[in-house]
T-cell receptor, first 114, second 112 residues
């Protein structure tokens, strides 16, 4: 049973437009959320994060929104660029006893079309 | 900084053979993680270490999998005996704090 879900395996967007990647989670105890980006033949790289006490975090072209009541977060990329084409993983963290466990979603493959 | 270094990049082995994957974390990072990526399950955490001590190995699928971290600069993930369903990309990651992982480039394992 996946606790972090990314229901869209792939997404295509025109260059210059907004890309919106969605993520849903089931465990209300998650207290920190992250997005990672992965290019082919490379490991995932950390992109942006948000604490559960916030509803928005912005870093340049990337903004993450958190809706705790809906157990939903989204990553907005504006404007989208061809170099943004990659697989994006949503991740959530939960504190278990003395440490934090991070659970990744299955990923969404974004293609930005020039 | 060279980042997290994994070896080999690709490994093809026959069913039943022992496979050892290697990882060198970033110097100074005190967390090390082993993940497995498959199409069906995405990125799964197998095991992680804090200060060379295994903290959570609940993701290790079977007793055929074992991981060690003999010192702060080296870790291994061993599969013995290997099976075709173990075919996947295995990532090692390290971090100075729990969330901001730096991943290696991965080892693509194919068991035939």
């Amino acid at each position: 049973d996946q606790q972090v879900k990314q229901n869209s395996p792939s997404l295509s967007v025109q260059e210059g437009r907004i890309s919106i990647l969605n993520c849903d989670y089931t465990n209300s105890m998650f207290d920190y959320f992250l997005w990672y980006k992965k290019y082919p033949a490379e490991g995932p790289t950390f992109l942006i994060s948000i604490s559960s006490i916030k509803d928005k975090n912005e870093d340049g072209r990337f903004t993450v929104f958190l809706n705790k009541s809906a157990k939903h977060l989204s990553l907005h990329i504006v404007p989208s660029q061809p170099g943004d084409s990659a697989v994006y993983f949503c991740a959530a963290s939960i504190r278990e006893t003395s440490y934090d466990k991070v659970i990744f979603g299955p990923g969404t493959s974004l293609s930005v079309i020039p | 900084d060279a980042g997290v270094i994994q070896s080999p990049r690709h490994e093809v082995t026959e069913m039943g053979q022992e496979v050892t994957l290697r990882c060198k974390p970033i110097s100074g990072h005190d967390y090390l993680f082993w993940y497995r990526q498959t199409m069906m399950r995405g990125l799964e955490l197998l095991i992680y270490f804090n200060n060379n001590v295994p903290i959570d190995d609940s993701g290790m699928p079977e007793d055929r999998f074992s991981a060690k971290m003999p010192n702060a600069s080296f870790s291994t993930l061993k599969i013995q005996p290997s099976e075709p369903r173990d075919s996947a990309v295995y990532f090692c990651a390290s971090s100075l704090w729990h969330y901001g992982y730096t991943f290696g480039s991965g080892t693509r394992l194919t068991v035939v």
